[in-house]
């Protein structure tokens, strides 16, 4: 029996990301949870970077430790490519998908730079999201659909990642409506 089949492994989380007129917002719930138990609803899964003074919001889904290893990463990756998200995150990629200790990390990213969007796995994909918006975890679908189902009306980027995470909380048992919202826009 492997380690993980012994262990009950943490799930869940909810990043859906917008972008409508010039914004894009990162929204992400609050809960960690451990097989079927709740072991925090605060945690803060959405976060802004600030490498050379360019800005970046990133969401992470997955494992908590794994996420701040990527992130560190990708933070060395932009202060290596100042301004180019698209370089960064497919450098990123790259190292994810061929590193022996990088390979087993598993996590999900959202990043946006306020112009670009994208989803990076450890796969070795970088996604741009179709129709502006993106969603990772357990709860992605449903936000995904909720964001989508809202795009078209007057609501801003800022008020449909909020509801769609609300809506996301509501049905999967593995996000809360604890939020962490960041905002960045094209002019960054």
């Avoid at 012994?6 to 914004?23: L, Q, Y």
């Avoid at 970046?56 to 990708?74: H, I, K």
């Avoid at 290596?80 to 087993?104: C, F």
Wanted: proline share 3%; charged share 25%; glycine share 10%.
């Amino acid at each position: 029996m492997s380690d993980r089949d012994r262990f009950p492994g943490w799930h869940g989380t909810t990043i859906v990301a917008v972008r409508k007129g010039a914004e894009v917002v990162v929204a992400g719930d609050g809960q960690v949870s451990l097989g079927q138990t709740i072991i925090k609803g605060t945690a803060r899964k959405v976060r802004r970077l600030n490498p050379g003074g360019q800005p970046v919001v990133c969401g992470f889904a997955g494992s908590t430790a794994d996420a701040f290893t990527l992130l560190e990463r990708l933070e060395r990756k932009l202060e290596a490519s100042p301004g180019q998200l698209q370089r960064a995150a497919v450098e990123l990629a790259k190292d994810w998908r061929t590193d022996k200790y990088l390979r087993n990390l598993e996590a999900m990213l959202i990043v946006t730079d306020g112009r670009e969007l994208y989803v990076i796995t450890g796969a070795g994909d970088v996604l741009e999201p179709e129709n502006d918006i993106a969603a990772i975890g357990s709860g992605g679908n449903f936000a995904l659909a909720a964001a989508r189902g809202m795009y078209d009306t007057d609501r801003d980027a800022e008020a449909i990642a909020r509801r769609a995470l609300e809506i996301a909380a509501e049905i999967c048992v593995y996000t809360n409506g604890n939020m962490t919202v960041e905002k960045i826009s094209r002019d960054a």
